[in-house]
Structures are given as structure tokens and as C-alpha cells.
């Protein structure tokens, strides 16, 4: 049985990989913003067969409240072995490059509110020499694209800096398990046009859950998207400028 602390845990992702984690009776403890949303999950994940479920409210952008959060869990779990980093906002890129306050909000919610967490977590789990911290990112932040470039930075720099949280907590047997999903099928994309390339929550799920359980490094969800990624970072950038992308 794992003790899971999963932030953002009313996202679409984050809720098919509770689901997944309670039917094999872990213990959660589920952070968002809305309490009526959490006390739903709250009541579903009990049923689906969790043996503890606890909630608490927290706004991620609110810096000073991580410390208290992460205090209370390790005191509800008893301890704390994995953490699932998923909150998160799609950003309107057309509106960002309008309003430099837009902007700086999304890249605080998308990226430095995450670093944040990673931040106080990481010296937890250094400290006792142990754990799994596994953050959503995404293929965005792979190469930056016109039509998303304010979120592709924010997650460019979760990322990079797992990337060197990773190498860092190595040697205290600590992983850092950095997921890039591609398109997923969600109600944060809801107005998408959807294609072969998408993915449902439910298949993410199973590979986000996957990739913590082998406490994997960097992956891709679907994995196809590491080679798609691969080519996009490969076009040269007279290229890459005139493209529609």
C-alpha cells in the first residue's frame, strides 16, 4: 500500500490516476481548490476502494500555504512515499500576448508554483532518504510554438528543473518521474478539435500510474510522442518559423 499525496487532484488526469490508485488500496490525500469537487472524489475514491481518504483546500499559487499542507499530510498518511504533482491551467495564448498580468499568471500556475512544491518536497524526501515525486509537464515545453508558447514556457522550465532535481536526489534514492503527455482528451480541452493523436484520461492514467510504479525519469504519454517531439526539436529554426505549428 503507497501513501500518495497528489496537488490538483480535481484535473481530469489526476482523477483517473486516483481512481487507479484506490482500487488497489493506497492512501490518498487529495489538494485542490474546490472543496465541493473534493468531497465528491472524496466519496467516489472510498467506494472504489481506497483505505484512507483525506482533502484538503489549497490554492497552489498561494506559496506560503505549501509548507502547512505538506505538514498536515505526512501527519494524516502517517509519511508520505508519492507525490503526484498535476494542477495546472491551459493558457490562452492569444490573451497572454496582451496582457503581461495574464502572462505572469500563467507561468506562476504552470510552471513556478510547481517549482515551488518541488522545492519543499524534495528536501522532504532527501532528508529521510526516500520517494517518488512525480510532476505533469508536458510536450509543450519541448520547442516553443506560437500557438502556445506562454504555457510551452512554463512547463520548458518544470521540466528542466526535474531534470536537475533528478540528478541532485539520485544519490538519496529518490526519483523524480517527469510526465509529457501529448494531447489528452479532457474538459480543460474540451473546445479541441479532436484527432488520432489524442488520448483519453483514462489511457494517460494507466501510463502516468506505470511510469510512478517504475519510478521511471522522463515519459512521454502516449509514448508515440517522444518521437513525434523528437522531430519537431530536429527542424531547423529557418524552418521552423514559417511553420503553422
Known amino acids: 500500500m503507497k501513501k ?20 488497489r488500496g493506497d492512501s490518498l490525500y487529495l489538494v485542490a481548490r474546490n472543496q465541493e469537487k473534493l468531497n465528491s ?41 508519492t507525490v503526484l504533482i498535476a494542477h495546472g491551467t491551459l493558457s490562452n495564448q492569444k490573451n497572454c ?5 495574464l502572462t505572469m499568471q500563467e507561468i506562476n500556475t ?11 518536497i524534495a528536501n ?9 515525486i512525480a510532476v505533469i509537464s508536458s510536450v509543450a515545453g519541448d520547442r516553443g510554438r506560437s500557438s ?29 518521474v517527469t510526465i509529457m503527455p501529448g494531447f489528452v482528451d479532457t474538459p480543460m480541452t ?13 489511457k494517460a492514467a494507466k501510463a502516468i500510474i506505470k511510469a510512478i510504479d517504475k519510478r521511471n525519469e522522463e515519459v512521454y504519454v502516449p509514448g508515440f510522442w517522444g518521437l513525434v517531439m523528437l522531430i519537431v526539436k530536429l527542424i531547423p529554426n529557418g524552418i521552423f518559423k514559417k511553420m503553422n505549428l
Open 4 to 23: 500518495i499525496l497528489i496537488i490538483g487532484a480535481s484535473s481530469s488526469m489526476a482523477e483517473h490516476c486516483a481512481r487507479l490508485f484506490a482500487a
Open 41 to 81: 472524489l472524496q466519496k467516489d475514491l472510498s467506494v472504489r476502494g481506497a483505505v484512507k481518504v483525506s482533502t484538503y483546500v489549497m490554492d497552489a499559487n498561494d506559496y506560503k500555504s505549501h509548507s502547512k499542507m505538506l505538514d498536515n499530510a505526512e501527519v494524516t498518511l502517517d509519511g508520505i512515499d
Open 97 to 101: 500576448e496582451q496582457n503581461v498580468d
Open 110 to 120: 504552470n510552471g513556478l508554483s510547481a517549482i515551488a512544491l518541488l522545492t519543499d
Open 124 to 132: 522532504r524526501f532527501e532528508a529521510r532518504g526516500k520517494g517518488t
Open 148 to 176: 502556445n508558447y506562454v504555457y510551452g514556457s512554463a512547463k520548458a522550465m518544470v521540466t528542466t528543473f526535474t531534470s536537475g532535481l533528478r540528478q541532485r536526489l539520485y544519490k538519496s534514492n529518490v526519483s523524480v
Open 190 to 202: 474540451a473546445a479541441f478539435k479532436k484527432g488520432p493523436l489524442w488520448a483519453t484520461p483514462s
